[in-house]
């Protein structure tokens, strides 16, 4: 399994990829890798911080798992691959930016444009077993996705952060509020959406107006 991580965030990680956890989630992770299906492919188990390094960085959408259908994960939350069939969530992310801010439905869910913009669309779990939603949870990956977002809070100003439903509004608790504009709202997915607080929070047009107030390029959503 050879990974690499973008340079800008490799340097600022370095401190916890020598750890002990992250020495056993790697074991974890090639054993898995080597012996059954595991997604995204590993070369795009890092995906998020390839395409958007810390200093560009200006957005971060948290997460829960890797989609864990055949084809799907590409290793950016809530994106699937071009010519994939558009998850739930990502068809109500696309209808809320729609009413937002009028921008047409695409055809494709694969997100790499939002990457390339300054989004880092971090899973709290960065890989997943085929058919198995949740199977790498608890095996060390939430510890180091919490010191992503950490370095992000810590040492940078003026990110967005869109935290979208109880999991990640929790673990987005270790945020400096005071150095950031953090958003909450309900969790995209149908059966939490459909229920009121998903549809009409603005989120995507208060992003943008946060990033303009502090001279920032807004995101071509």
Avoid at 23 to 42: D, N, R
Avoid at 125 to 147: I, M, Y
Avoid at 171 to 195: E, Q, R, T, Y
Wanted: aromatic residues 12%.
């Amino acid at each position: 399994m050879d990974v690499k991580i973008e340079q800008s965030w490799k340097e600022r990680l370095e401190p916890e990829f020598a750890k002990p956890y992250f020495t056993e989630l790697v074991s974890f992770v090639k054993e898995e890798y080597s012996t059954k299906q595991i997604f995204p492919p590993a070369k795009q188990i890092f995906n998020a911080f390839n395409y958007c390094s810390f200093e560009d960085c200006k957005v971060v959408i948290l997460g829960q798992d890797p989609y864990h259908g055949f084809g799907q994960a590409n290793g950016l939350c809530f994106s699937v691959n071009d010519g994939v069939r558009i998850p739930p969530s990502l068809v109500n992310i696309f209808k809320e930016i729609n009413s937002d801010l009028g921008k047409p439905i695409p055809n494709s869910g694969n997100l790499e444009r939002w990457a390339k913009q300054g989004v880092l669309l971090l899973n709290a779990t960065l890989t997943v077993e085929s058919g198995k939603a949740g199977s790498h949870q608890n095996k060390g990956w939430e510890r180091f996705t919490d010191a992503v977002i950490k370095c992000v809070s810590d040492e940078k100003k003026n990110v967005v952060f869109m935290l979208w439903g109880r999991y990640a509004q929790d673990k987005g608790s270790i945020i400096h509020d005071k150095n950031h504009f953090v958003l909450k709202s309900k969790h995209p997915s149908p059966m939490s959406a459909n229920g009121g607080g998903w549809f009409g929070n603005h989120h995507f047009s208060q992003a943008n107006a946060y990033l303009e107030s502090k001279g920032l390029e807004p995101i071509n959503w």
